[in-house]
């Protein structure tokens, strides 16, 4: 009775059920609000303060292009190997996490390093691996490695998880093995999307790449943290200046590309 009553009362007033989860959802921004405790009042008095250090920034100083062309080159080779080393060692984990292939205590494994490894900041990881191998690009390299299969190995499974699971099934009829259905069922579905998550995770260890600079991890983002520690804002300009340039091109391509791999 309860059950109908509750149905009937839905069907009448179809509008109850968003107007609670609108309420529930301005209730959460407002105790997320509450938890930030931002001083209004400090902001409002805070704008002549950021103008003052938006001033310092320019004009660009570009004596030290030659320096941020060379650093950026080195950021763009980490996130080459980066991404590469970490896609290779995704592929395995993202198999081992798919519900449709991998049995459920491979699964809770897979899905555990998953987490482990995305739950660990990429400046922490840039942290170990200069204690490891000193400060440079070796470090930064590393750290991006492990940093991607936090990311691609999640993308992979989702991936792996939404193919046509009726050529898995049919494979399986023949006898197929786990490897060779993973070989012959999968991979060649998808591949084009697999491709196309590698791509933009190289977009974004470019990005990330400069972040770890901040701890000595090489790449452009060693010279733009030296440059602001030392006050030097407009040559810090020129730096990300040369950045925004790259990461824009490197953005378009990439779109570009994963579109026509989308496509096939």
Not at 33 to 53: H, N
Request: net charge positive; charged share 10%; aromatic share 12%.
């Amino acid at each position: 009775m309860k059950n109908s009553y509750c149905l009937q009362f839905l069907n009448r007033y179809p509008w109850f059920i968003p107007l609670l989860v609108l309420l529930f959802m301005i209730g959460v921004y407002i105790w997320a609000l509450q938890g930030l405790k931002v001083d209004f009042e400090l902001l409002k008095d805070s704008s002549p303060y950021i103008i003052d250090f938006i001033s310092r920034l320019f004009p660009p100083d570009w004596k030290v292009l030659n320096i941020a062309v060379k650093g950026l080159i080195e950021t763009v080779q980490m996130s080459i190997w980066g991404t590469s080393i970490g896609a290779i060692l995704s592929l395995p984990i993202a198999i081992a996490s798919a519900s449709n292939i991998a049995p459920l205590w491979l699964r809770w494994i897979a899905n555990l390093l998953q987490n482990a490894v995305r739950s660990v900041p990429s400046i922490i990881l840039g942290l170990i691996f200069v204690a490891a191998t000193g400060l440079g690009a070796p470090a930064g390299t590393l750290a991006l490695s492990i940093y991607t299969i936090g990311y691609l190995a999640k993308f992979y499974q989702q991936a792996i998880e939404s193919v046509d699971h009726r050529s898995l099934e049919s494979l399986q009829v023949i006898g197929a093995s786990r490897i060779q259905i993973a070989q012959y069922g999968i991979l060649p579905q998808i591949l084009p999307l697999g491709l196309g998550y590698t791509l933009w995770m190289f977009e974004y260890n470019i990005r990330a790449a400069s972040v770890l600079g901040v701890v000595g991890a090489g790449g452009i983002g060693f010279q733009l943290k030296s440059y602001i520690d030392g006050f030097e804002y407009t040559k810090a300009t020129t730096m990300m200046l040369v950045l925004l340039i790259v990461v824009t091109v490197i953005d378009w391509f990439s779109s570009k590309l994963r579109r026509y791999l989308e496509s096939m």
